[in-house]
């Protein structure tokens, strides 16, 4: 039971990336400094998960963009939902003129390291307030 409250004490951070080892090596990294990671292949399987559980709602959402852009409508439900979402793209996709107009928390350019992601996540935590202080 004791485990159930830390993870609810802890920041939720959706990653979501079609790669696996890239969103594996980030999740570990956000878990290792404290925070209750969650990966998913998909925006749309993350926005089921929201869906079936609301009470789990993320503080923050790291996207790669590639292959999760095909769809803006899906794109615009994942920024709809509340949460920030920090972009990483690679050089085709941050070029794309729709792209670079979302509203995101921060857009991340590749070449970048797991370590330069996390640090982001950090800082744009602890300048952001949680919701309802």
Known sequence: MAHDEDDEARARIWIIG???WPR???RAELIERGYDAVGYLGIRDALVDLALAPSRRPRLVVLDLLGQIEDE???AALIGQGAPVV???GATAATEER???QPWAAFLRRPLTIGQVAD???RRLTEAPHDGE
Do not use: K, P, R, S
């Open 87 to 89: 972009a990483l793209a």
């Open 24 to 26: 594996a090596y980030l």
């Open 120 to 122: 982001l996540v950090d």
């Open 73 to 75: 409508t899906v794109v």
């Open 18 to 20: 079609a790669d696996h």
């Open 99 to 101: 792209l670079l107009h």
